[in-house]
């Protein structure tokens, strides 16, 4: 996989999902494994493992239950003011919630609308690929209540993750928000570019 280009200060959606992509293969075996075994076991995995290999990749460090948010991603610490051994960041790259109940995703949808971040992802599983559309249209409308400087799809941009379990595998479909809606990121595996595609 060739090196994703990021910038010193923003990761965009499509970088964040073609990583997210090639850290969840690399990884595959342990995620479905886990997957089998609980929810308990299968937070560790993506928290430990994926989501520390996706940051990694992204020349970021993580924090996991930063606050009361599930994982943040940074590239630096405050050590102008604050010692080493804290964990206070100078700013958040990307802020991710991981919910393993899909009903209560819109919980964490909302949550994430409290921050001031460049990049918002939220990874849950909905049961059946119909409800997608639907939990989709639930997250848009609480960001777009939550968007009154009208930046968030400019700015503080938003990405979901959806897992589904395919055989002994998952399968993942990302989507960004984009003017009020959320579209399907496509990954084309030759060359690796992301491209949108309205969500179906």
Not at 97 to 123: D, R
Request: proline letters at 4%; aromatic letters at 12%; one cysteine or more.
């Amino acid at each position: 996989m060739a090196e994703v280009e990021v910038t010193p200060q923003t990761i965009s959606p499509e970088a964040f999902y073609e990583v997210f992509l090639a850290a969840a293969a690399a990884h595959g075996a342990q995620i479905y494994d886990a997957s089998i075994e609980g929810n308990s076991t299968f937070t560790d995995v993506m928290f430990c493992i994926l989501f520390e290999d996706v940051a990694k990749r992204l020349h970021c460090h993580s924090f996991r239950e930063y606050y009361k948010f599930d994982c943040f991603f940074y590239r630096d610490k405050n050590l102008k003011h604050f010692p080493e051994s804290s964990t206070y960041v100078k700013s958040i790259a990307v802020a991710l919630e991981h919910e393993n109940v899909p009903e209560k995703s819109v919980e964490e949808i909302h949550k994430l609308q409290l921050l001031n971040a460049p990049l918002k992802v939220l990874v849950t599983y909905p049961r059946e690929p119909e409800k997608v559309k639907a939990l989709l249209n639930d997250y848009a409308e609480i960001i777009g209540e939550a968007d009154i400087f009208g930046d968030i799809s400019t700015l503080k941009r938003q990405l979901v993750i959806f897992g589904f379990v395919a055989g002994a595998a998952f399968t993942w479909r990302g989507f960004v928000y984009r003017n009020g809606a959320f579209v399907e990121i496509g990954i084309q595996n030759a060359g690796h570019s992301a491209s949108a595609a309205a969500v179906k």
